[in-house]
């Protein structure tokens, strides 16, 4: 008998164990599985009935509290996180510009001149071959026309990726670093979802909008990079900004694009040029004209191709110009 219920709390110590390992999933009180976490006061509490499902959890978080931003800077200990848009991925020492010691008091000419050279000699020990080198002027590059590109910080990093993927296997050999780096660039922007044409990346790079073209489409098929379609939808707020155009144009641009597209009239166009003649469309149903010379300059694109792809959209619409 006493075998029995010593075999049978074991059991029930195991199962206990065995939940605890799981993780709780559903209030034992209700059933419920709307459980929310307390972190100030370290408890599992069930929405439904209230019940508290587990309580005295482990706080990972840091054991100092701030309330804004400068509190939070002041009292952390730990740096930056890793990043690979750095060629060392930010985990080297830097050493201050500021001449001053670590209670904020200046220091003397001696010291800084000694300061300068440990800073001229760290930035020259950052990169320890030609390689390092030529990967930390690309990742330099591809932050450059980011930045005048107005992309976002996901952008960058997954650009820095492509450009380290295509660098350790060897499909820079024999190409300029400006160009795989722009590829790179462009890339990023299409997996994102964040478009931008050749002509826009061009603009802002150092290399011909031809061989972006060729080096993207080299890299993109060596490297397997699955890239969809750029949806013509994704211009239309960008462009209808530029133009000045109200919400209703650009509602009316978007209902364009997906009525002809259903018909099968955007396979094998540009998507800057169906989105442009879409929005010079929209703006004439709308009583907001603009001129095809006004929207052909916001989309980089010619005035024949938003004539052509107009008179295709108005056609796959029934509307009679």
């Not at 890339?187 to 802002?204: D, N, Q, T, W, Y």
Request: with cysteine.
């Amino acid at each position: 008998m006493t075998r029995s219920t010593r075999q049978r709390e074991r059991e029930r110590e195991s199962e206990t164990e065995t939940d605890e390992q799981e993780g709780v999933e559903e209030c034992p009180e209700c059933g419920s599985d709307s459980l929310v976490k307390d972190a100030d006061r370290g408890e599992l509490i069930c929405e439904d009935c209230g019940l508290v499902v587990e309580e005295g959890n482990i706080d990972p978080g840091p054991e100092w509290r701030a309330f804004n931003h400068q509190e939070r800077q002041e009292k952390s200990r730990v740096g930056a996180p890793t990043t690979q848009t750095m060629h060392d991925k930010g985990l080297t020492t830097t050493i201050d510009w500021k001449d001053k010691d670590a209670y904020g008091r200046s220091i003397s000419s001696k010291k800084r001149s000694q300061m300068h050279r440990l800073r001229k000699w760290q930035e020259r020990i950052r990169t320890k071959d030609a390689g390092e080198r030529n990967l930390q002027f690309a990742l330099s590059e591809i932050d450059r026309m980011a930045s005048a590109l107005g992309v976002p910080r996901s952008v960058r990093e997954v650009a820095s990726v492509i450009y380290r993927r295509a660098l350790d296997d060897d499909l820079i050999r024999g190409r300029s670093i400006e160009g795989v780096a722009t590829s790179a660039l462009y890339a990023a922007c299409r997996k994102e979802g964040i478009p931008r044409s050749l002509e826009e990346i061009s603009e802002v790079s150092r290399v011909e909008r031809k061989e972006i073209g060729r080096t993207y489409r080299y890299i993109s098929q060596e490297l397997g990079l699955e890239m969809e379609p750029v949806d013509p939808k994704k211009y239309v707020p960008r462009f209808c900004s530029e133009l000045e155009l109200s919400e209703e144009v650009q509602s009316k641009a978007n209902e364009i694009i997906e009525t002809t597209a259903e018909k099968g009239l955007l396979s094998g166009k540009s998507p800057t040029g169906y989105a442009a003649a879409a929005i010079y469309a929209a703006s004439l149903l709308c009583n907001e004209k603009k001129t095809q010379r006004e929207v052909a300059d916001v989309a980089q694109v010619t005035e024949v191709t938003i004539r052509n792809r107009y008179q295709e959209q108005i056609e796959a619409m029934g509307i009679h110009s």
